[in-house]
């Protein structure tokens, strides 16, 4: 079993539409959760740390659930700008701050 | 300015060839490290550098040698190249590797690919 789990996609959507994302993660003691972004041939960027009581950046909302080892990933209004892959990444208390990616979720937003 | 920027961006190389990729962060991080990306996409962290000591290694075979000549620089060094080496390497820094998570900062990546 991988260590992160995630739907490869992709997912077209039209644009101005709502898409989830979701994630498993196997260690129960994994500490950390993140949402990364990654452009076609670029390097992925941190879109947003996740935390147990959910959290909401403009039109991205994230959400934890440690009992069922379960992220997600909200994106409302999706814009052409979305495109990407985006990586569940998690990171174990005491790992040196070692991230454990997942295999990205592709998205893409067509008009 | 460039955060994080390594060298080469491409490097095109024979099987047996030895060959090393350059980074550096201008941030000021006292945590560097190597990442792989493979053909699927799949991303999985190398070896890890807080302060010029070694705090990460995976299973990685000893043809890879990494080298962090001061906390500004990790390089990685392959000797014998092989088919499957090819990927796209990541370097990346934070600032730290203890407490909580820090954020981790990546560089353009280095297209490996060997014929």
């Known amino acids: 079993r991988k260590e992160v789990e995630q739907d490869p996609g992709p997912f077209n959507v039209p644009e101005g539409a709502t898409v989830a994302f979701n994630c498993t993660y196997s260690n129960s003691a994994s500490q950390s959760f993140f949402w990364y972004r990654q452009d076609c041939r670029k390097e992925p960027k941190l879109l947003m740390s996740?935390?147990?009581s959910g959290n909401e950046d403009g039109r991205f909302t994230a959400q934890l659930n440690r009992a069922s080892q379960y992220i997600s990933l909200l994106i409302r209004d999706s814009k052409l700008s979305d495109s990407a892959t985006y990586l569940c990444v998690v990171n174990l208390r005491g790992g040196g701050n070692k991230l454990t990616f997942g295999t990205g979720t592709q998205l893409k937003v067509e008009l | 300015d460039t955060a994080v920027s390594q060298t080469p961006k491409y490097l095109v190389t024979q099987m047996g060839n030895d060959k090393s990729i350059k980074c550096e962060q201008n941030?000021?991080?006292?945590?560097m490290y190597w990442y792989k990306q493979d053909s699927k996409k799949f991303l999985k962290i190398m070896f890890s550098?807080?302060?010029?000591?070694?705090?990460i290694n995976e299973t990685v075979p000893n043809r890879f040698s990494p080298k962090s000549p001061d906390k500004a620089h990790l390089n990685l060094h392959i000797n014998s190249l092989e088919l499957g080496d090819s990927a796209v390497y990541f370097c990346?820094?934070?600032?730290?590797?203890?407490?909580?998570?820090?954020?981790?900062?990546f560089g353009p990546g280095t297209r490996l690919t060997v014929t």
């Open positions: 996740v935390y147990s």
């Open positions: 941030l000021g991080h006292d945590t």
């Open positions: 990346a820094s934070s600032q730290g590797a203890g407490g909580p998570s820090y954020e981790q900062y």
């Open positions: 550098y807080n302060n010029k000591e070694l705090i």
